[in-house]
């Protein structure tokens, strides 16, 4: 898994991903998040990926709820972006 940051701001980050990061990054991000809840002993929703390495240095590395919070708004703001694309 991977998590490119680019900038503090997520709305910036966001948009700085260059078109080959982004299928990948809407998929690794879910996962990232699955890892991190279930950690924090919540559930999955339906739809939500299995975690797939919760041990993974990522994982470990969103550790607040501040990370966990960027990481929650860059997924919005890139699935967003591929919406919008899809419609043009």
Not at 5 to 27: F, G, T
């Amino acid at each position: 898994m991977q998590l490119f940051v680019l900038d503090r701001s997520p709305r910036r980050a966001a948009r700085y991903l260059a078109d080959v990061h982004v299928r990948k990054m809407c998929l690794e991000c879910a996962q990232i998040l699955s890892c991190v809840l279930c950690a924090r002993g919540g559930g999955l929703e339906p739809g939500m990926p299995r975690p797939y390495n919760p041990a993974h240095p990522v994982v470990r590395a969103v550790d607040t709820q501040a990370k966990i919070d960027c990481v929650c708004q860059v997924l919005q703001i890139k699935k967003s972006d591929i919406l919008v694309a899809r419609s043009d």
